[in-house]
Structures are given as structure tokens and as C-alpha cells.
């Protein structure tokens, strides 16, 4: 899977996105059962309400060579500004315009950090913390 990121504009301005990349790192979250390689290939938002650059982010993503776009938990959570975007169907419509094939991920992380702590308690796994590392 060749992976790309999109994030909200107005949460871009209080979030690093920290939990995001390291929860693709880490294959956690909605990536947690994927098998498959993860190649992170790109990182862009959605260009401010109501998804005004998504397409022309999408075409340069495409060109990358992605196959799967994954919304940050900001636009179909929330996270952190406890504002959901509105627009995220209409967000889904312009990237299948672009590319019809596109698999579309809804989220990254857990709503909370209290629930992402919990989360990577319960699936702790020595093995890929020794080999790998895990960082919170």
C-alpha cells in the first residue's frame, strides 16, 4: 500500500499530527490489521472548508503513486478541536473523481489521548517493541 495523509486546515494549526504518523508507523489504529506493506508517500490537508485544494492535492498524490488516502482523525473525529468536518462525504466525492480506485481509510487514531494510552496498553507487543521501538 502506498499511503498518503490528509488532514483538516483548521486542526493544522493546533496539531502536529504527531499521533497520526506515529500511528502509521507503528501500524496502529485503523491500520492495526493491515498485512500488507505501508509505504508512506505524501502528506497534505484538505485546503480549508469546504475541501478547496483536495483535488489538485489528490492529483499530485496520485502521481506519487498512492493507493490509499488516510483522513487524519481530525475530520471524521474531531480531534483535536472537537469539530468533525462537515464536508467529509463531499471530501470522499472530489478524491474519487480523481482516481476512482482509491481506497479511503476515516481515521488514523483513537478520539483521545487518554484512549490512544489505553489502546497501546491492551495491544502492547514486546516483540515489536524490541525490534521496532514504540513511542508515544
Not at 483548521?10 to 499521533?19: D, F, L
Request: aromatic residues 6%; hydrophobic residues 35%.
Amino acid at each position: 500500500m502506498k499511503l498518503a495523509l490528509l488532514r483538516c486546515l483548521q486542526t493544522e494549526e493546533v496539531c502536529s499530527g504527531r499521533h497520526c504518523l506515529e500511528f502509521i508507523d507503528n501500524r496502529e489504529g485503523s491500520l492495526a490489521d493491515r498485512e500488507e506493506e505501508i509505504e508512506f508517500v505524501a502528506l497534505s490537508t484538505c485546503g480549508g472548508c469546504p475541501g478547496k485544494t483536495v483535488k489538485e492535492s489528490v492529483e499530485n498524490m496520485v502521481e506519487a503513486g498512492v493507493d490509499t488516502i488516510i483522513f487524519s482523525s481530525c475530520i471524521k473525529l474531531g480531534t483535536p478541536i472537537g469539530y468533525v468536518c462537515p464536508h467529509v462525504d463531499k471530501l470522499k466525492a472530489k478524491i474519487k473523481e480523481v482516481e476512482q480506485s482509491l481506497e479511503i481509510i476515516d481515521w488514523t487514531h483513537q478520539e483521545t489521548f487518554n484512549q490512544i494510552i489505553w489502546h497501546r496498553i491492551k495491544s502492547f507487543n514486546l516483540g515489536n517493541f524490541l525490534n521496532r521501538g514504540m513511542s508515544i
